[in-house]
């Protein structure tokens, strides 16, 4: 399965930001998950939010994940941006014995 293209972003430090990422409706009910990567770029340093089957909302620290299976629209909602939120993210569905379907996402933080 073939990957959108990146999505550029841009924000001011202290503002909120939002991320959409479609999926296709065929997977509306496997999990989700939305990651940073790190500076270094190795997938041990992956930080990642997931939504599960069951859930339609998860949430960690600043970053609210919404799943709206109807629309088939991922939405990653981050408040309080601040610099070090800037760099690569990932956002998908975890599709079983098969290459994940992705998005890649760039977030650039301002002053």
Not at 6 to 19: D, H, W
Not at 59 to 69: H, K, M, P, S, Y
Not at 77 to 98: F, H, K, M, T
Request: charged share 15%; aromatic share 8%; proline share 3%.
């Amino acid at each position: 399965m073939e990957n959108s293209l990146a999505v550029n972003i841009t924000g001011s430090v202290g503002s909120n930001i939002s991320v959409t990422c479609s999926y296709p409706e065929t997977y509306q009910n496997n999990s989700k998950f939305f990651c940073q990567m790190s500076s270094s770029f190795a997938l041990e340093d992956l930080q990642c939010v997931h939504i599960t089957q069951q859930e339609t909302r998860s949430e960690q620290g600043r970053l609210v994940l919404l799943d709206d299976t109807s629309a088939h629209v991922l939405t990653a909602n981050i408040s309080g941006l601040a610099p070090e939120d800037s760099g690569r993210y990932w956002c998908g569905v975890d599709i079983a014995q098969l290459p994940d379907f992705t998005s890649e996402i760039w977030i650039t933080v301002t002053k």
